[in-house]
Each structure stands twice: as structure tokens, then as C-alpha cells.
């Protein structure tokens, strides 16, 4: 059972460019959840997603960021006009559908997609 | 707001030894989860361990083990007899009962000198 696939593990963009960052999720799980991570910090919390349908966006910035789990395929965070500032690590994570008040639903992260903007 | 503060940017254990990264957190609730991942150079987050609030048994797994301190808000992991595949960066995470996002505290760095 593969875990949470994330692609690219690195990305290097250039100020004014687009960033697509993919995220396919572990078997069976129907959820997912984009955190950021900013050098020598915690993950922060961004986007939670189901099929088709964006959960909780209150973590996204405002502009150039957005995020999609389309019915086939992998869970996308696109990044337009990238900016120095967006230089971080993003983790997606994946979980079955949560039970709120359950201890079962553990989110499972990937490897995280490095992104460096020039 | 909850928050995770974790007051040891850097921790370092001699190969054997045992070693307690703490963690302290913030929150007005009763029902809630809290996690250990271990990050180590590869970026991939792995769950070390975790504890549900309402349990007041102190979470277990094979040589990590927690002291959770409810009233206190305070949860520390104890890793004893210190691999050098331990050396990574450690996370605390909280998560409410009522919610799905993990609040993360900054991470300690952990080094294992053999």
C-alpha cells in the first residue's frame, strides 16, 4: 500500500512564474490536506479538500494560491506569480474519511515538494 | 487559539542514552488528540507516537514513550536507549476532537553522538 505520493520533491521557480505542486493520495483515502513549512518552522495548516469539493481554505493566502482535488487524479496546490516568499516546504497529507472525535483519523504525510523561488 | 510551544530548538543525546524533548500546548478544550512525528533528513513526516486527552494512561511505542501532564498541558517524549537513526527533528502536534487541523509547534532538533 503505497503512501502519499508527492511530486516534485523539488521545484525551482523563478519570480513571476507558476508552481503546481501534485499530491496523490494513500489508497482508500478520500481526503486531503496541504501544510506549508517555512524554514525552522512547523507546518501550518492551508487547505483541506475532499473530491471535487474544498473543505477549509482558511489557511490559503488570500491571492495566487489555490487548490483542487478533481474526481480523477491527484490533489493539485497551484501557486501563480510566485514570489521569494514562497520559498517553503509543502506537505500534503491524506486520511480516510474523519470520524471527528476519533482518534483513528491519523493524517498521513508526504515526502513534501521543496519549493525554491529565484 | 491553541498554540504548541516546543522551548528546545536543539537537543543532543549520547548513542544509548535516554533523551525528553518537551512540548507544552494551549487550549481551552477537554477532547483532544496529540502527536509526535519525527522528521528526519528525508522531510518525510512519521508518526512517532500519540495520545488521546481522555486517556490518562501515558501513550507507549516499543522505546518512545510520552508523559502526558493534562492539567499541566504539557507533553513530553522520552526516547530511551538512543539509536543514531533517532537523529531527526521532532514535532509536537495538537489536534481538537471537533476539528481536523493539526497545529504544529517549531520542532526540536535531535542529535545522536556516537
Known amino acids: 500500500n503505497a503512501g502519499v505520493m508527492q511530486n516534485p520533491r523539488h521545484l525551482v521557480r523563478r519570480r513571476g512564474q507558476e508552481a503546481r505542486l501534485r499530491c496523490s493520495p494513500m489508497k482508500g483515502h478520500s481526503h486531503v490536506y496541504w501544510y506549508r513549512q517555512l524554514p525552522e518552522e512547523g507546518l501550518k495548516f492551508m487547505v483541506y479538500l475532499q473530491k471535487e469539493n474544498i473543505i477549509d481554505e482558511s489557511g490559503m493566502p488570500k491571492e495566487r494560491f489555490s487548490a483542487e482535488f478533481p474526481k480523477e487524479g491527484p490533489s493539485i496546490l497551484r501557486i501563480q506569480q510566485v514570489v521569494r516568499g514562497d520559498s517553503a516546504a509543502y506537505f500534503c497529507?491524506?486520511?480516510?474519511?474523519?470520524?471527528?472525535?476519533?482518534?483513528?483519523?491519523?493524517?498521513?504525510f508526504g515526502a513534501g515538494t521543496r519549493l525554491s523561488v529565484l | 487559539a491553541q498554540t504548541v510551544t516546543q522551548s528546545q530548538p536543539e537537543m543532543s543525546v549520547q548513542e544509548a542514552e535516554t533523551v525528553t524533548l518537551s512540548c507544552t500546548y494551549d487550549?481551552?478544550?477537554?477532547?483532544?488528540?496529540l502527536f509526535w512525528y519525527k522528521q528526519p533528513p528525508s522531510r518525510q513526516m512519521i508518526l512517532v507516537i500519540r495520545q488521546e486527552a481522555y486517556k490518562q494512561q501515558n501513550a507507549t511505542e516499543n522505546r518512545f514513550s510520552v508523559n502526558f501532564q493534562k492539567a499541566a498541558k504539557s507533553f513530553s517524549l522520552k526516547i530511551s536507549d538512543s539509536q543514531l537513526g533517532d537523529a531527526a527533528m521532532y514535532f509536537c502536534a495538537y489536534r481538537s476532537a471537533g476539528t481536523y487541523k493539526y497545529i504544529f509547534g517549531t520542532g526540536t532538533r535531535l542529535k545522536v553522538l556516537a
Open positions: 497529507a491524506s486520511s480516510p474519511p474523519p470520524a471527528l472525535g476519533s482518534a483513528k483519523n491519523i493524517q498521513y
Open positions: 487550549t481551552s478544550e477537554s477532547d483532544y488528540y
